[in-house]
C-alpha cells in the first residue's frame, strides 16, 4: 500500500497494536486520500490511452473520491492487521539486524491481502477520474456494469497482479529507506525524531520509490482503464510498457511522474506524521 506503511515506533500492548494500527492508519489514509485526491486523478489522466484532455483535462477532478474515501478505512485496516500480524511473528525468529527484512516481508504480504479491496476500488475511482462512464454513473453502477459485462476476474478485479507488482516493489523500495532515514536522522540532524522528522522521512523514501516505480504504475493505469475487448490483446505488463514506448518514448513509460511523486510525497509526510503522532498519543494514555 504506498501510502500506509509504518512500524510501530513505541511498544504498545499486544491488543492495543491491532487497535492503534487500525486507528491510526485508518484516519491517517482517509485524510491523505481526501486532500491529495486531484493530485492522483490528473496523474490517471495523464497516464489514460485516450490523452489527458479527453480524459477530462483539469474538469471534474474529484470524480471518484466517493468510493475512495469509503474503501480507505477498511483497506488500511487490512492492511495494518496483516502487517503487525506478520510482523509479531517473524520478528521472534530474526536477529536485531535482520528486522528490515521483516519488515519488507510484512509489507510484501499485507500488501498483497489489501488488494482484495483496493484493486476493485481503484477500478471504479480511476473509471470515474477518466470519464470512461457514460452520464454521471455511481460507484454502484460502475461495479454492476464491471461485473456484468467482465466478469469478477477481468471486471472488478482486473489490474489485480499488475497491483500486486506494482505497490510490493513500491513496500521493499520505500521500508529499507524509511528506517534507513530513521535510524540515521539523530547523528545526520543532531535532533531527536519527532512526528515531524518522521513524516519527512516518510515523504523523501515514498517520493523515491514513487517515482522508481511509475512505469508499473502506467501499465496498472492501463489495464484498469482498457475495455474488455481491448484488454485480451493488450498483454501482460511487459508487453504493455514495450508499446507505451514504441509509441510515447520514454516520456509515455513515465507518465504522470511528477503527480505521482508529488502525491506520494505530499502524501507520506501527512500520513507518516499523522500516524507516528497518533501512535505517540495513544502510547502516552496506555502509560498513565
Partial sequence: MELEEATISAPLGVKNIYWSSLIAGGVAGLVVDVVLFPIDTIKTRLQSERGFVASGGFRGVYKGLAPTAAGSAPTSALFFCTYE?????????????????????????????????????EIVKQRRQALLNKGNASALQIVYSA???????????????????????????????WEYFKLHWTDATGTALTPLSVAICGAISGGIAAGLTTPLDVAKTRIMLAEQAESSRMGGMGRILRNIYRERGIRGVFAGFVPRVT??????????????????FLNANEDR
Fill in 263 to 280: 502525491w506520494i510525497t505530499l502524501g507520506g509526510a501527512i500520513f507518516f506524521g499523522m500516524y507516528d503522532l497518533t501512535l505517540r
Fill in 147 to 177: 461485473l456484468k459485462n467482465e466478469g469478477i476476474r477481468k471486471g472488478l478485479y482486473r489490474g489485480f497482479g499488475t497491483t500486486v507488482m506494482r505497490d510490493v516493489p513500491f513496500s521493499l523500495i520505500q521500508f529499507p529507506l
Fill in 85 to 121: 500480524t506478520m510482523k509479531s511473528h517473524l520478528r521472534q525468529y530474526a536477529a536485531h539486524d535482520q528486522l528490515p527484512y521483516v519488515h519488507m516481508m510484512s509489507a510484501a504480504v499485507a500488501e498483497v491481502v489489501a488488494c482484495l479491496i483496493r484493486v476493485p476500488i
